[in-house]
């Protein structure tokens, strides 16, 4: 269940989440970042090269997987591939851009608090 947070929330959080990816990765990551990574978790085949088309096919991957706790995408199958693929189920509210992101960080945050990476 998705827990709606107010900004100030929603930003000391974020720093969390950014904080343990970068410490874990030692790297700099931002949202597209993150979402890459939630792709490359929900296809479930490890690290390795990933061509251009893959990379966006991942970050693809993590946003329906991510707004599928509003009910907005449902997980239709895997191919023969591994690749997992989804089917919207309602269409997105209209959304400027940062609201894009806000959405997307609470999901985030849920997601990673969902598989414990916010435990010590």
Known sequence: MLHVRNIEELKAEWEVVLDKICTHFDADVDLQGVLFLIGIQELGQGPRKFGKDEKQDLMHIATCRLLSQFGYYELEGVDDEGWPHWKMIQKLPRMNLGEQDYL???????????????TP
């Open 104 to 118: 997307l960080k609470q999901c985030v945050i849920d997601y990673f608090k969902e598989h414990d990476v916010f």
